[in-house]
């Protein structure tokens, strides 16, 4: 304990000599002894972020390079909120939301937290998996003496003895707790150089447009509701009746990107792994500073340049480009280009939901004036959507199997092209296709080590969130036995091989990043009742401008979660999620009147 508190008297005892000296010395000051920030950095660039960062480039080009940055400045916003109100308080901040807010939100925001640790662990295993496999041990896939499935999981075990190994340092302190953080930090620029790398190769190999690169960094908010530009021309190309199902497909996976995106930029677990890392490094009042430098560089700064680099070489290589071996593509020799097998299911099934939905509409439009009438009577537009579905799911079961096929065969290319295109790439894939531009070493090994790097470097991190969550809940210290167990829970992540046979890895990021969305803004409404809340933040309560100023970028930043939180449940559950949403609101309010403040002091 002692040496404890006599490195973190150093450590205040820097900044006070740096200030003295100026800017220049505050600033080496503070990226000497940076810490959280890297931490927020390692988790952010995991597979959420890999993910989603590769089918924005393959979904809308280079259209969606602001959502991401954009995304993560609303989330430093609200990590310096709860980095300033930890700081100034030094209170744990669930029992802080218990006794000064409300215990609904405190137990909302912990239980999501530990939930989306869980969740959010399966990507990452996934994504580690197939990167060792398709880029580093290649030779593995031939390994006959092990089942796929086998492989996978043995694979995973080995991750996750790696991934305790490195977490058990962070928790045995000290000497441990610098080579954890050193590791954390070698791995995070190990990242952004492997895909800094890539993206330099291809500028030099003149493979990019900076043009429209730059282009892409002003918002355009139609994106949520229209195609990216670029897809008009493909459109344009289909039958005027089928166009409707195309765009509807297009803009249906943008939103899920789109989404996951902005999950991943800043999830909820972020904002529990930021207040307990600087709580267990004794930082205080002092370190207010240093903690939004931090956030700054430590975070904002690799955030944006790894994904960043992975949206500008998925573009260039996938967007509009259809998938070959499904358009009678033929090679050099003249000989016809096998699809990738990977590919085969996922193209088939949308060009099979392109056919249902012609025969549907065809069951509607031969029945009599009359049973339109009451088919149409009383029904939504959603209803006789899915009620034209039926009647071509039922007209498609009816078919033998070569009236399947030549069905199938015989759609126009314009449709099998959108179907191409559509199919969805893993990170294996962009490794391949940047072979010719990067050469083989760069392509396989850099690419491979950086995916890797996010993999790893975000398990290691749900697992240190999750030991901090689980002594939370029990009102312990976050070390120890407790905190150790705490940290194996995420390892159910490696069981992604079994919940996620047969799809395609990357696009497991979406559904999990779309689950944790939804329960984000919790925290950010906990924290902006704290930041004004004077029981707790007494004479630290920001005054004057300086409050304005922060309750207007919370503002921001809290309503934009809420809408998005609020969007996303109402695409994904319609009524049934604002139901929920309405539920969880109104339990607060319920817990706010009927247990005043004064009483759950002691909660």
């Known amino acids: 304990m002692a040496d404890e508190n006599s490195?973190?008297?150093?450590?205040?005892?820097?900044?006070?000599?740096?200030?003295?000296?100026?800017?220049?010395?505050?600033?080496?000051?503070?990226?000497?002894?940076?810490?959280?920030?890297?931490?927020?950095?390692?988790?952010?660039?995991?597979?959420?972020?890999?993910?989603?960062s590769l089918f924005l480039g393959v979904l809308a080009g280079f259209a969606l390079l602001w959502l991401q940055p954009l995304a993560m400045i609303m989330g430093i916003i609200m990590l310096s909120a709860i980095g300033y109100v930890t700081l100034s308080t030094g209170e744990r901040p669930f029992d802080a939301i218990n006794k000064h807010i409300n215990p609904v939100l405190g137990w909302g925001w912990i239980l999501?937290?530990?939930?989306?640790?869980?969740?959010?662990?399966?990507?990452?295993?996934?994504?580690?998996?197939?990167?060792?496999?398709?880029?580093?041990?290649?030779?593995?896939?031939?390994?006959?003496?092990?089942?796929?499935?086998?492989?996978?999981?043995?694979?995973?075990?080995?991750?996750?003895?790696?991934?305790?190994?490195?977490?058990?340092?962070?928790?045995?302190?000290?000497?441990?707790?610098?080579?954890?953080?050193?590791?954390?930090?070698?791995?995070?620029?190990?990242?952004?150089?492997?895909?800094?790398?890539?993206?330099?190769?291809?500028?030099?190999?003149?493979?990019?447009?900076?043009?429209?690169?730059?282009?892409?960094?002003?918002?355009d908010f139609s994106l949520f509701w229209t195609p990216a530009e670029t897809f008009d021309v493909h459109i344009a190309a289909v039958s005027e009746e089928f166009r409707n199902f195309w765009t509807s497909r297009i803009v249906s996976q943008q939103q899920d990107v789109m989404i996951a995106a902005a999950a991943t930029a800043v999830g909820i677990n972020m904002t529990f792994l930021l207040p307990y890392s600087m709580l267990k490094r004794k930082w205080d009042k002092n370190f207010r500073g240093l903690a939004i430098f931090d956030l700054s560089t430590g975070l904002f700064i690799p955030f944006i340049l790894a994904t960043g680099c992975v949206v500008i070489a998925s573009a260039s290589q996938f967007?509009?480009?259809?998938?070959?071996?499904?358009?009678?593509?033929?090679?050099?020799?003249?000989?016809?280009?096998?699809?990738?097998?990977?590919?085969?299911?996922q193209y088939n099934a949308i060009v099979t939901a392109r056919v249902k939905m012609e025969l549907g509409e065809r069951a509607v439009a031969t029945m009599s004036a009359d049973q339109k009438i009451l088919l149409v009577e009383g029904k939504s537009k959603d209803e006789l959507k899915q009620l034209k579905q039926q009647k071509g799911d039922e007209a498609f079961a009816a078919l033998s199997a070569k009236d399947k096929t030549d069905l199938l065969d015989s759609l126009p290319k314009p449709d099998k092209r959108m179907a191409a295109m559509l199919v969805k790439r893993d990170s294996g894939h962009l490794a391949a296709s940047l072979t010719p531009l990067t050469g083989k070493t760069v392509s396989d090994y850099v690419f491979g080590l950086g995916v890797i790097g996010m993999a790893i470097s975000s398990i290691i991190i749900l697992m240190l969130i999750n030991g901090f969550v689980i002594c939370a809940m029990f009102g312990a210290e976050s070390k120890g036995w407790l905190f150790r167990l705490g940290t194996l829970m995420p390892c159910v992540g490696m069981l992604a091989p079994v919940l996620w046979a047969g799809k395609t890895k990357m696009w497991l990021v979406m559904p999990t990043s779309i689950i944790n969305f939804t329960v984000l803004p919790i925290a950010y409404f906990a924290f902006y009742m704290m930041m004004n809340q004077k029981s707790l933040m007494g004479d630290n309560i920001p005054k004057g401008l300086k409050r304005l100023l922060w309750n207007f970028l919370?503002?921001?930043?809290?309503?934009?979660?809420?809408?998005?939180?609020?969007?996303?449940?109402?695409?994904?559950?319609?009524?049934?999620?604002?139901?929920?949403?309405?539920?969880?609101?109104?339990?607060?309010?319920?817990?706010h009147f009927i247990f005043p403040r004064k009483k759950r002091l002691v909660a």
């Not at 003295?20 to 597979?47: E, V």
């Not at 996978?152 to 003895?161: E, H, P, Q, S, Y």
């Not at 492997?194 to 690169?213: E, H, R, T, Y």
Request: hydrophobic letters at 50%.
């Open 7 to 52: 490195g973190i008297d150093r450590d205040r005892r820097i900044i006070e000599d740096a200030q003295a000296k100026g800017r220049l010395a505050t600033l080496g000051a503070y990226f000497r002894l940076s810490g959280p920030g890297w931490l927020q950095s390692a988790i952010t660039l995991g597979g959420g972020s890999l993910g989603s």
């Open 112 to 219: 999501a937290t530990l939930m989306a640790n869980c969740v959010w662990a399966l990507p990452q295993f996934s994504l580690a998996t197939a990167a060792i496999k398709q880029n580093l041990l290649t030779n593995l896939a031939q390994n006959q003496s092990m089942s796929p499935l086998q492989m996978d999981l043995t694979i995973g075990a080995c991750v996750m003895v790696l991934c305790v190994i490195v977490v058990w340092f962070y928790n045995s302190g000290g000497f441990g707790l610098k080579i954890f953080n050193t590791l954390i930090k070698l791995m995070v620029a190990g990242i952004v150089l492997a895909f800094v790398g890539v993206v330099v190769i291809m500028s030099l190999n003149g493979a990019l447009d900076w043009g429209k690169i730059g282009g892409g960094l002003i918002p």
């Open 319 to 345: 967007h509009t480009q259809a998938a070959p071996g499904f358009l009678g593509e033929k090679d050099q020799s003249g000989q016809l280009i096998a699809a990738d097998k990977k590919f085969v299911g």
């Open 554 to 591: 919370m503002t921001v930043a809290a309503g934009s979660a809420a809408v998005g939180s609020v969007w996303t449940l109402w695409l994904k559950m319609r009524w049934n999620g604002i139901y929920i949403a309405i539920g969880f609101t109104v339990l607060v309010i319920l817990v």
